[in-house]
T-cell receptor, first 115, second 114 residues
């Protein structure tokens, strides 16, 4: 079984400042890692994913994440945030059980971008 | 493409009532799943299906039933609603067997049980 920890429940940041949202996972097998974003009153949308290969993964809206196997982390970063990035961000993992589709989510980080 | 659709968007039930949350997708995805989202708890998997006629339990299946008679539809049934089932419910779908494939989420159903 795997688990995901998002230590920061809320992250306030000023517009145009950089941001990092932290994600750590625990698993006894190799995993696939994802970041999803949820805008208010909407479903979730995939930001980026790591399956294999380069540990630096680029996603939509200027976000990127780095997979660190030794630290079991997959932190999400953006060099300059915009008001429109205000949303809740979920880190998730899956492994090869169930065909690799079953996701385990973290508890989410609310990113609030202020002027 | 409508993607993943869910009905209703909002529902209020009294304790003990039953209802079905509908989910449909038009992307020919084999895999479909139901999650519930509660404040501070993220999304938790209720039930999932890897194809028509095949379903399995997730992390929090108690109080919920599912069936999958077609590729397109995956309804979630609450047999006897309880206040603990007050939550936002999301349906998702993806291709199966392609590990790490993107899951597409519906807009959610907000359920209140009084």
């Amino acid at each position: 079984a795997q688990s995901v920890t998002q230590l920061d429940s809320q992250v306030p940041v000023f517009e145009e400042a950089p941001v990092e949202l932290r994600c750590n996972y625990s698993s006894s097998v190799s995993v696939y890692l994802f970041w999803y974003v949820q805008y208010p009153n909407q479903g979730l949308q995939l930001l980026l994913k790591y399956l294999s290969g380069s540990t630096l993964v680029k996603g939509i809206n200027g976000f990127e994440a780095e997979f660190n196997k030794s630290q079991t982390s997959f932190h999400l970063r953006k060099p300059s945030v915009h008001i429109s990035d205000t949303a809740e961000y979920f880190c998730a993992v899956s492994d090869l059980t169930g065909g690799g589709n079953k996701l385990t989510f973290g508890t989410g980080t609310q990113l609030k971008v202020e002027l | 493409n409508a993607g993943v659709t869910q009905t209703p968007k909002f529902q209020v039930l009294k304790t003990g009532q039953s209802m079905t949350l509908q989910c449909a997708q038009d992307m020919n995805h084999e895999y479909m799943s139901w999650y519930r989202q509660d404040p501070g708890m993220g999304l938790r998997l209720i039930h999932y299906s890897v194809g028509a006629g095949i379903t399995d339990q997730g992390e929090v299946p108690n109080g919920y039933n599912v069936s999958r008679s077609t590729t397109e539809d995956f309804p979630l049934r609450l047999l006897s609603a309880a206040p603990s089932q007050t939550s936002v419910y999301f349906c998702a779908s993806s291709y199966v067997g392609i590990a790490g494939y993107e899951q597409y989420f519906g807009p959610g159903t907000r359920l209140t049980v009084t």
